[in-house]
């Protein structure tokens, strides 16, 4: 394993992390700067509820795919473009090891941008496209889970903090024997609960905003 492959890899995961998709979606394509109405997060929720859900989409689809392509690309450079998601998916244990870390990277890319004086989202966004790059039953599994407590309660931090929990759990389900990936995991879900503890704090204090009404609340 070179260093100097694993050098790239980390970096371009982090630049990919960084670049603010809810900022430029938001002020390039509809004149509107997100940090500048509701929560101030350039996040899907603050999107959503300042701009609009079309807006929201991209930023949601931006976010997903800057993460998925900073975990694809570090598996192509290890394996080439015709063995890179299945490197991903099935990956020897030092290319695990640098394929976690790409992702533990994007995430702090997206929570604390280079571009933004290392402010950020809150990382759900674009941890839902790496964790499809590395295991998509997984993705599915939370996603449908994230939905389903969206649909019934209207608190998106609930429903993050819940996916949260669950995403290691599923992880060392489907790779027992990949701890980079689990550690990974762990280590991405403490992250969430660190960027949602106030959201964690109003909703014990029932004192949380729910999706829908207009105001500044949970973002991803």
């Given amino acids: 394993m070179r260093p100097a492959i694993v050098a790239v890899a980390i970096l ?15 002020k390039y394509g509809w004149q509107i700067d997100p940090r500048e109405h509701g929560s101030g997060n350039i996040g899907f929720t603050n ?16 976010d997903a795919g800057k ?13 080439g473009a015709p063995t890179a998601i299945q490197l991903v998916s099935q990956p020897r244990l030092g290319d695990a090891t640098v394929v976690a870390l790409a992702a533990l ?4 890319g997206n ?3 280079v571009f933004l004086r ?29 939905l389903t407590v ?25 790779q027992p024997d990949n701890p980079a990936y689990i550690v990974f995991a762990l280590t991405a879900a403490a992250l969430v609960f660190v960027r949602h503890r106030a959201n964690l704090v109003r909703l014990m204090n029932g004192t949380e905003l729910k999706v829908g009404r207009g105001e500044p609340g949970s973002d991803l």
């Fill in 12 to 26: 371009s995961a982090y630049l990919s992390g960084s670049i603010p998709s809810g900022l430029l979606i938001g």
């Fill in 105 to 108: 990277v994007a995430l702090l």
């Fill in 67 to 79: 993460g998925a392509a900073a975990v694809l690309f570090a598996g192509f450079l290890f394996g």
């Fill in 150 to 174: 969206v649909v019934l309660t209207r608190y998106v931090s609930l429903a993050s903090l819940i996916i949260a929990v669950l995403f290691p759990l599923l992880m060392y389900y489907f």
């Fill in 47 to 62: 999107v959503w509820r300042t701009i609009g859900l079309p807006a929201a989409s991209l930023v949601l689809i931006a």
């Fill in 118 to 146: 290392f402010r950020g989202g809150k990382g759900i966004g674009i941890a839902s496209g790496i964790i499809l790059a590395l295991e998509p039953a997984i993705a599915a599994a939370l996603f449908l889970i994230w």
């Fill in 111 to 113: 929570n604390f941008s």
